[in-house]
């Protein structure tokens, strides 16, 4: 097949970096590109670089290819991950990931855990603050993690984001709020071990590839926050851990977690589902990443894919593969 790739660069985002360090942490690098692309052709297709924005628009109207590999962020709203899908199926070009519905509920954080919630799937509780009036007057049980509610890769969680006492949860959810121009989610700090489980296929054909534990090195998991700054220096900071180091029962049961908000929130093809286990031992939904990072060497889904033994080219070609017979189901 001829399969065009849509994308987001850092250095294309240039421009509009102004704010905080990681307000380009969601876009790619060539060398993602490039790997992507790579296997493709490894697996025998045409592999076209298109790019995002108008710059896709443009090029599908053109000359769309049979299918397009999606890892493009988009910008500017809650639903920038929804673009390059949304294009496609007004245009009748088929995508690979989730639809343009999935992927804008599952950039707000808020929106995706009412959804699972009201599905039975147990996930932390949780408030959004929407300005900085709400941030002062904020009562909330302590501690928590104050996050920016519609970004990913960590954006705008620090290690200053676990918060133990009113001043600091108002000065996280008060810079939240400031740097990135949007509500924040203040959610109830689960203390025990984070996984993030790795899933492919869509429906009832969705199963679980592996799942890594993501270990601190120099704090206790009471303390442990996947912040910015350790996922930026991951090797010194966490272990991962394929399989987790947890009981084969507390295995299935976070397994079941991820796999059962995957559906809840209609994922396709390919997804990251984030969950942590409470005092008791019992998983918790964090949030899925429906269109996770695709770097071979740094991004957690090919981390754990590779550990668990399936190699780069053949989880692209597992996407793909998926994409296409739901594709054809459809014909």
Not at 88 to 109: I, N, R, W, Y
Not at 118 to 145: C, H, K, M, N
Not at 230 to 251: F, I, M, N, Q, S
């Amino acid at each position: 097949m001829r399969i065009g790739i849509a994308f987001d660069l850092k250095s294309d985002q240039r421009a509009r970096a102004d704010g905080p360090d990681d307000l380009l942490e969601e876009y790619d690098s060539e060398e993602t590109v490039e790997a992507l692309a790579a296997a493709l052709r490894e697996l025998g297709h045409d592999a076209v670089l298109i790019g995002g924005g108008r710059r896709f628009v443009e090029h599908v109207l053109r000359d769309p290819p049979d299918l397009v590999f999606t890892i493009s962020e988009g910008f500017g709203s809650r639903s920038r991950e929804a673009h390059v899908p949304a294009v496609c199926e007004m245009l009748g070009v088929p995508c690979t990931h989730s639809d343009p519905l999935t992927l804008a509920v599952t950039l707000d954080k808020a929106a995706a855990k009412k959804l699972v919630a009201a599905d039975g799937i147990a996930t932390p509780r949780f408030v959004v603050v929407e300005d900085a009036a709400t941030a002062a007057e904020l009562d909330f049980e302590l501690p928590a993690i104050v996050k920016p509610n519609q970004e990913g890769s960590s954006m705008g969680v620090r290690l200053t984001s676990r918060v133990r006492t009113r001043a600091e949860l108002r000065r996280e959810a008060l810079r939240v709020v400031s740097d990135y121009g949007a509500p924040a989610l203040v959610e109830e700090f689960v203390s025990g071990t984070e996984m993030t489980v790795g899933i492919l296929g869509t429906g009832a054909a969705a199963r679980v590839i592996g799942a890594m534990e993501i270990a601190p090195r120099t704090v206790t998991s009471e303390e442990f926050v996947y912040s910015l700054e350790v996922k930026r220096d991951w090797e010194a900071r966490v272990e991962y851990h394929v399989p987790p180091r947890v009981g084969a029962a507390t295995l299935r049961a976070a397994e079941a977690c991820a796999l059962a908000a995957y559906r809840s929130l209609g994922c396709r093809d390919v997804g990251r589902v984030d969950v942590r286990l409470d005092a008791r031992g019992t998983p918790k939904f964090l949030e899925v990443n429906p269109l996770p990072g695709m770097n071979p060497r740094v991004g957690d889904l090919c981390i754990l894919s590779r550990r668990s033994g399936l190699a780069y080219v053949d989880l692209v070609g597992a996407i793909v593969a998926s994409a296409c017979s739901r594709i054809a189901a459809r014909r």
